[in-house]
């Protein structure tokens, strides 16, 4: 695979009533390689009892009203035909507005049919795509957004593997593109923008206002200077910020867009000087600063140790597969309930299983 090939994470979508893109298409159907793949009746049987949900369909009457729907226009050409190149594989699916329709028809009610379009029209930006990625994929699964703006620099490492949702396969691809392929296969006409070289002084104001500025925010990098300079891109911007930290399900959260003058990082770099002053300052070697933001005292028992080992058994601080889905799926919820307006507040917050589980045990 080619370097090119190696970035490719956006879909070629082809209209499959075009005839401007016939040739396109039979051109790939030639290929006696390339995966096929049409299940576009069942996603039409889908429809048709998502439009009729009274009705209890046996399975006769399912297949006759496909082929009503089919009976003026034939099947084939129906809908779109999206190609994945990285799996050199086409498939077959319903129209955009038909697609998302059914795709989140179980979020119905949970989140409203007014809440989801709201939702459609919102533009989040994740940095950071190990802690991200789960993020990112709950986002894409809920459409939670309209457009996911990626931010990462680095590429999957095997030690990536034990909290990071990939195969081996993917060993040595930049882990932006990793989960951008994985959002693609979910729901290809969700838009997702790519920062593959991170977020950097020279790309920091695009990657917030480039194509509409940014509604939130969820910082997920290792880095401290990024951390911090995010912030105070975000905070001048009057965008809130989220972020999890994956110990003991800590998730920090600061409304800039509510509270324009709050400190970054809820004050607690303050002691260190002024926020401008803070990017001057050698901040990824700075233990002392690292200590101060993760309020080192209330760390899990196991987060404590694994700093102090940092440097002599381990390399950085580990990060559990269990504790990373868990900050995603909490990220999913609150970046939701920013979005719809309901209410939630700065501050940080903890959802710790051990102690909830010790607590059931009369601990």
């Known amino acids: ?42 996603q039409v049987g889908d429809l048709i009892k998502l439009r009729n949900p009274q009705k209890r369909f046996s399975p006769s009457e399912l297949e006759e009203g496909i082929e009503d729907f089919f009976k003026s226009q034939s099947s084939t050409n129906y809908g779109n035909w999206v190609y994945y190149s990285w799996r050199h594989c086409l498939v077959h699916l319903l129209p955009e507005h038909e697609f998302v329709t059914v795709r989140t028809i179980r979020n119905r009610y949970v989140i409203t049919e007014e809440e989801q379009k709201t939702l459609a029209s919102k533009k989040i930006g994740i940095i950071g795509l190990s802690v991200g990625q789960s993020v990112a994929l709950t986002l894409a699964l809920e459409r939670g957004c309209g457009e996911l703006r990626l931010a990462d620099f680095d590429t999957l490492e095997l030690s990536n593997l034990n909290r990071i949702r990939t195969g ?22 969700l838009n997702v923008v790519l920062y ?54 800590m998730i920090d959260i600061e409304r800039f867009d509510l509270e324009p003058e709050r400190p970054i990082l809820h004050g607690l770099l303050q002691k260190f000087g002024e926020e401008s002053s803070l990017v001057t300052k050698n901040l990824n070697q700075n233990t002392e600063i690292l200590m101060a933001l993760l309020d080192f005292n209330k760390l899990s028992t196991g987060a404590q140790q694994s700093i102090s080992e940092i440097g002599k058994s381990i390399t950085s601080w580990p990060q559990l597969a269990s504790s990373v889905i868990l900050g995603g799926g909490a990220c999913g919820y609150f970046s939701r309930m920013i979005l719809l307006g309901k209410g939630i507040r700065s501050d940080r917050y903890y959802v710790d299983l051990e102690k909830i589980a010790n607590y059931s045990h009369g601990s």
């Not at 290792?222 to 999890?244: C, N, Q, T, Y």
């Open 1 to 42: 695979m080619d370097t090119s090939s190696r970035e490719v994470y956006k879909p070629l979508i082809i209209s499959a009533s075009d005839d401007n893109s016939k040739s396109t298409l039979q051109k790939l159907k030639n290929d006696p390689t390339l995966l096929i793949h049409d299940e576009i009746k069942t």
């Open 168 to 189: 081996v396969h993917n060993l040595g691809v930049k882990k932006s593109v990793i989960a951008a392929r994985e959002i693609a296969e979910i729901d290809p006409y």
């Open 196 to 249: 593959n070289e991170g977020v950097q002084d020279d790309n920091i104001h695009d990657f917030f206002t480039q194509g509409g500025d940014l509604d939130l925010l969820i910082e997920e990098c290792d880095s401290l200077e990024v951390k911090v300079k995010s912030r105070i891109k975000a905070k001048e911007l009057g965008i809130p910020v989220l972020m999890d930290t994956s110990d003991r399900g």
